[in-house]
């Protein structure tokens, strides 16, 4: 029989920071489209893509 970790171990939490950002009204538009596709926060999505260039492109 498989042992299951509960859910509460599952869930990774990572510490952010609030920010205030400018962006086009071109980008903002194309990731709320996304984000409505695929039904997540854009927010999230923005938070992402940064988080992935910086671990692509950090030291």
């Known amino acids: 029989m498989k042992v299951h970790p509960p859910l509460s171990k599952l869930v ?35 938070k992402r893509v940064v988080d992935l260039y910086a671990e692509r492109h950090g030291e």
Request: a positive charge; proline letters at 3%; glycine letters at 0%.
């Open 12 to 46: 990774f939490k990572e510490q952010t920071v609030k920010v205030t950002l400018a962006l086009s009204q071109r980008s903002i538009e194309f990731f709320k489209a996304k984000a409505r596709q695929y039904k997540v926060p854009y927010q999230a999505m923005i």
